[in-house]
Every structure is written in structure tokens, then in C-alpha cells.
């Protein structure tokens, strides 16, 4: 299994939710920590699509590791590329239908450029 612990997110602010235990998570020989404390808004959405994907869902792992990815990333060697391959995997480890995990996909490989922190 690639979770190697129990994913523990709350809702924090009226926006934002934050993790309240550390989670870690394999993806092939990749160790992905993500500490307890971190904050964010899970798959953004644009409103006018969210009839069709909403901002939580099976897909919320691995937005939320994404989310990890797009900030931190940088720090650790993971490229934009990286992290959107480790989003799509994400998904579909944790049972994300195709068209919804390709549709996902191929949003964040087009608009994620807006969002990936290069430097601190």
C-alpha cells in the first residue's frame, strides 16, 4: 500500500483545510512527506466547472499531495512535470476514474504554470 499513514484532513478557516497528522505516501521509490500543518485548498476548481469535478472527492489525496508538490517541489528536485505525473498516479491508485483523472490531468499540465513555485 502506498499510504503509509492515515490521511487526517480538517477543514480549517472557511477556505482552507489543513493536515492534522503528518502523511507520508510511496509513489515507486519516492517518499512524499507532507507535515502535519500544512494548509490547502485541494483541487482548484474553477466554479463553473464544478458540476462536473468537484474540489473534493476520491481525487482529494492526491490534490492534496499535489498541492505539496507545487509549493515544495523546487526543494526537493520535482519538477512541474513531476508533480503532475504524481498527481495522475495518485489518482489512480486511489481509484479515480479515467476521463475524471484525464480530464485533471490534462488541467494542471495546461494552467499549472500559473501555480508551481519555482524558487522560495
Not at 480549517?12 to 507520508?24: A, S
Not at 481525487?59 to 508538490?69: P, Q
Amino acid at each position: 500500500m502506498p499510504e503509509l499513514d492515515e490521511f487526517d484532513l480538517k477543514y480549517y478557516d472557511g477556505k482552507d483545510f489543513i493536515l492534522e497528522k503528518d502523511y507520508r505516501y510511496m509513489i515507486g521509490d519516492k517518499l512524499i512527506h507532507i507535515p502535519a500543518g500544512f494548509k490547502c485548498d485541494l483541487a482548484s476548481v474553477p466554479r463553473v466547472f464544478r458540476n462536473i469535478i468537484n474540489t473534493y472527492g476520491d481525487h482529494t489525496k492526491a490534490a492534496v499531495i499535489h498541492d505539496w508538490l507545487y509549493r515544495n517541489g523546487h526543494k526537493l528536485g520535482i519538477s512541474r512535470k513531476e508533480a503532475d505525473k504524481v498527481f495522475l498516479e495518485v489518482m489512480k491508485e486511489q481509484g479515480v476514474g479515467f476521463f475524471k483523472r484525464q480530464l485533471m490531468y490534462r488541467a494542471v499540465r495546461s494552467f499549472g504554470m500559473f501555480s508551481y513555485k519555482k524558487e522560495d
